[in-house]
């Protein structure tokens, strides 16, 4: 451990190019930094395409990269991607809307009552303790193995996040903010819409943005196990044909839309976060 | 529900639990004469809604309001558990399961522990390998089943990888996490003492990233409980807890179902309250 994050922090802070003394051993330095990230994947993917155009690695181990692409341009021009994609994507948004919905109104009527928290909060926390998977079974058993059932478990995932979220967002309010509103002598509702729930805004962002995750997670789990359409579908079907230039196209497919699903919620709850932050310095 | 791609909110039971017992910020008049006035004892007003639950479940099995093979009354429930308890299955499900499960906790967590580390204490490293590890969690773990089954079979071995790889990822991202938010201020009073580097990562980093280290271990812990029952659905060979539900569900045995989601809940709660007693142990002397 030569070069030590402490060290570097304490020595001189980050490697970073300092404006208008810019030399070019300085650029060169900038430039390497900029390349390393990129050194793992290019070398996995080298190896990956050297070992299957040599023939190192067996095609039903793991298929040549280009055999993967073929697959996903084929499933792209058959339009099979598009309709297992868009069946993906409603199922989640359904579900994680309903789910998101349900948990916003949980959590704030939880926030909002101890009285009433001190019913439900102690079932809740033993139903979390059960996973989504081990709902599966029963459900399966209870609405069959239709779009309810998809629905059901998505929902049920993208829940408690935003509930629990939500709750401890309420929570977190200081205490000035509720003397405040006493001294303007705000009704209840205005308490919730203009105090409360602006403060728990942050928090409730980042339950969402969890509950977006878990929701489709929850999707390609169920879609996995019990489906016959969809992008979890796609990966079971090339599995059970040994075509594994599909699986890892479907994989692929997941993770992007994952990816970029992820990075447009990270970018919301930034500018919710923002415009809580500039709100509350109003007060 | 696990997922690699978020580790930045601490899970569900910690909040549940801390949003539950945390002091109150306030004493709002409305809710604060209602808890008054009530003489009810708080800690019993948790088990209304489960025993209303029960009961309605109860009266409803034990009229003929439905006819349905799949409302199974709790009797038949209890039943069916001393008998998966009596005839041993359970036990082999469940020594089946939380051995892979633990053996995959520890893998993963001795991986993570080195990886996230690294990652931590070395800049390169971090630059070198951290855009690559952020791209790979973001790809829905269970995703990964159909080929780590074509690598690995069906068997324990093709689990035990899943499992680590599920415990692995918590792991190094609040590892790294921690050894770099430790404070700069802590770093400038090791300076201030001329510390060398050893004691600079033994006596300030270490201590500080102790919490953050925990909550990813502790994840770990949930996840690989989580994934073993994934495993067990996808990878079938075997038994496990989660065989003995997809059993369950295939024969149509309603009962023995609910009996397995109990069983599930009872374990994750074990593991969850033998965590955070272990972390209260661990933490008693620092000041929240």
């Known amino acids: ?283 | 529900m696990a997922h690699a791609a978020d580790f930045e909110l601490t899970p569900p039971a910690i909040d549940a639990d801390r949003a539950g017992h945390t002091k109150p910020t306030r004493t709002p008049t409305s809710t604060s004469t209602s808890t008054s006035t009530s003489t009810a004892p708080r800690r019993w007003r948790g088990a209304v809604l489960p025993l209303l639950a029960l009961a309605v479940w109860w009266g409803v099995s034990a009229t003929d309001i439905s006819r349905s093979g799949l409302l199974v009354s709790p009797q038949q429930v209890v039943h069916t558990g001393i008998e998966q308890i009596a005839s041993g299955a359970l036990w082999r499900a469940l020594s089946a399961s939380l051995a892979r499960e633990l053996t995959g906790f520890a893998l993963g967590t001795a991986g993570g522990l080195v990886l996230g580390g690294l990652l931590g204490f070395s800049r390169l490293a971090e630059r070198v390998l951290g855009p690559s590890f952020n791209t790979f969690k973001q790809i829905s773990l269970f995703a990964w089943i159909p080929l780590i089954s074509v690598w690995f079979g069906l068997g324990d071995a093709a689990k035990v990888v899943f499992l680590s790889l599920a415990a692995l990822l918590p792991v190094v991202a609040h590892v790294s996490d921690g050894i770099r938010n430790v404070s700069p201020e802590l770093l400038e009073v090791a300076r201030v003492y001329r510390y060398t580097r050893w004691q600079v990562v033994v006596r300030v980093v270490l201590p500080a990233a102790l919490p953050s280290v925990f909550t990813g271990i502790y994840l770990a812990l949930i996840y690989s409980w989580l994934a073993t029952l994934g495993a067990e659905y996808l990878l079938v060979a075997g038994s496990g807890i989660g065989n003995m539900l997809i059993d369950g569900s295939e024969q149509f045995r309603m009962d023995l179902v609910l009996f397995g989601i109990v069983v599930i809940g009872i374990v994750g709660w074990a593991l969850n309250a033998s965590a955070r007693l272990l972390e209260r142990r661990l933490f008693a002397h620092r000041s929240r």
Do not use: C
Not at chain 1, 75 to 90: E, F, K, Q, V, Y
Not at chain 1, 94 to 99: K, L, M
């Open chain 1, 1 to 283: 451990m030569s070069d030590t994050a402490i060290e570097r922090s304490l020595a001189h802070p980050a490697p970073r190019p300092t404006e208008g003394r810019r030399g070019w051993t300085e650029y060169a330095r900038t430039l390497r930094w900029q390349i390393l990230p990129f050194i793992v994947p290019v070398l996995l993917f080298s190896l990956w395409l050297a070992g299957s155009s040599f023939g190192w690695i067996a095609p039903q181990v793991l298929p040549a990269p280009h055999l993967v692409l073929e697959t996903l341009l084929d499933l792209a021009r058959s339009g099979d991607l598009w309709s297992n994609t868009w069946i993906s994507l409603s199922r989640v948004l359904v579900g994680f809307a309903g789910g998101t919905a349900l948990g916003l109104l949980l959590g704030s009527s939880l926030g909002m009552s101890r009285t009433l928290e001190s019913y439900v909060l102690p079932s809740f926390n033993a139903l979390v303790q059960i996973p989504v998977l081990g709902w599966l079974p029963f459900l399966l058993l209870l609405v069959g193995i239709g779009e309810p059932l998809k629905y059901l478990l998505i929902g049920q995932a993208a829940l408690v996040p935003v509930t629990l979220s939500t709750l401890q967002g309420f929570r977190q309010a200081p205490a000035a903010y509720y003397e405040v509103a006493d001294v303007f002598r705000y009704s209840r509702w205005q308490l919730i819409t203009e105090v409360v729930f602006p403060a728990a805004l942050p928090t409730i962002a980042t339950g969402v943005r969890l509950a977006f995750t878990k929701a489709w997670l929850a999707l390609v789990v169920v879609e996995l196990v019990a489906s016959s359409q969809g992008l979890g579908y796609l990966i079971v079907y090339g599995r059970q044909l040994f075509q594994l230039d599909l699986v890892m196209a479907a994989v692929i497919v997941v993770g992007a839309i994952g990816y970029v699903i992820d990075r447009l919620l990270n970018a919301l709850e930034a500018r919710l976060t923002r415009g809580a932050r500039r709100a509350f310095r109003a007060f």
